[in-house]
């Protein structure tokens, strides 16, 4: 495991974050191949035994990662109740399921 593959991981992921929370499809599309080289480049490396400077690097570039997932699972999200609130108001019950029921458990 380099320092110049988990900068290049951090690199990726931040770029995916900024084209996530900028809304700009062009860009996400952009960045996902190239965070999809980078994290399969870390999975053919197998195990390996970081330094302390090399933990420190993969961690902040795992939280820019995580921050992604977060922004890709609630967009997500949003856009499932859109179109569950699309499909209602279509009267289309059959074809999505309401994402949060009214009806408490």
Known sequence: MSQTLVDALAVSSAALVAAL???DVDAIEKTLPDLTARVAEMKALGSWT???????????ALQTVDGARFRLRYLADRNQQHIDMLAEAAGRF???PATYSRNPR
């Open 21 to 23: 929370d900028a809304q």
């Open 94 to 96: 059959d074809c999505t």
């Open 50 to 60: 970081p330094s302390p400077r090399l933990k420190q690097s993969l961690l902040a």
